[in-house]
């Protein structure tokens, strides 16, 4: 073999895969047949996990919560690095690309929230609106689920729980979920369930998530109920607000008469001006800049926004939660944050499914987890085209 074609022969990198994402059809490359994780019994009362693109850790409260032990947790931010570490003593690593598969501990369920602005309805038009690319083709973002399909690759965790925006099942035409789900079934070998839940029955909040739970073995799950019914607003509500929350009078007009020139145009933007007897919409991260999402009604004033520890609450996070940032940063953590009650309670159904006994192919069918509809179409590429950590490593031998 000449030393060109021995170079092109050679396994890219992880960064180097990412590029090369949407321009080869080769299919993700995964070898399942030996692994740490899978040669390792562990005690599902204490499972290890880990905390990808943790935040501030919400994932962390509901897992802790069930008895398990987190040995790694990494952000890219420096500022959720900041918070949480002042919450749970530790300093998550950074950038995922910066660290090797390799180097991260053996685990037993693997927990990430993968960044989401790539695929929310807010995200894909403002990069629309940019002329640069969103889903997969936004390489900073959207190809940070690959990183997750190598983790598992290599880890071959026992669970793993994966969160995103509702809009990941529709993005794309379908082809963004199919390509996922597909990675995490067909090519990784895990039987995995999908739901979207809606946060408002345990929060104040109308925020609806998609939940993507696998197990590497075929084990039994339900997704706990959420009733649709929850808590109102005035439950988490501080009894005596800093007046610099309530909107100047400049701000106030100017929402009043953005909304009213977007209605005029058949547009639905506009601010959500709610009560203590209401659930909210959806905090997001850029509620820092005028709170427009969420106002609360004030008798003979103008509206405010809220309070950074009533966004905490909005999110389920307790009170004994540290808030060391500025308010800018802090609205930026809470409306990226997972809801923390909602995944307690799938934490306490994925711990209950791994005490349970692993079903046989008679007993259980792949099909009857929600797959993304197979009318949709098939999608123009196919999974991530690099080859496993472990595969380089046998050739290497």
Sequence with gaps: MSAKASKKAKAPTRKRAKEI???EAAPYCADPQSSPSEETDFDPSSPR???????????RIAFEGVGGECVFSSDYDKFSRQTYEANYGEIPEGDINDVKVEDIPSHDILCGGF????FSIAGVSKKISLGRGHGFDDVKQGNLFFSIAEIIDYHRPAAFVLEN??????????????????????????TVYTKVIDARSVVPQHRERIF????REPRHFEFPDYPMAGPKLGSILEPKPDPKYTLTDHLWNYLQNYAAKHKAAGNGF?????????????LSARYH???SEILLAQKGKNPRRLTPRECARLMGYPDSFKIEVSNTQAYRQFGNSVVVPVVEKI??????????????KDDFRLSLTEEPDEKSEAPDQKPVSYRSTKQTAKKKK
Excluded at 49 to 59: E, N, P, V
């Design 212 to 215: 993507l739970v696998g197990f």
């Design 21 to 23: 994402l949407r321009e």
């Design 270 to 282: 506009g601010f959500g001006l709610v009560t203590k007897n209401d659930t909210t919409r959806t």
């Design 49 to 59: 996990f880990i905390d990808l693109f943790c935040g501030i850790g919400g994932f």
């Design 165 to 190: 925006v509702k809009n990941l099942k529709s993005h794309d035409k379908r082809k963004t979920f199919k390509i996922i789900f597909e990675t995490l079934t067909k090519t990784l070998g895990y």
């Design 347 to 360: 934490a306490i159904a994925v711990a209950d499914a791994l005490k349970g006994p692993v079903m046989g």
């Design 115 to 118: 960044p989401c602005q790539p």
């Design 289 to 291: 800049k005028d709170g």
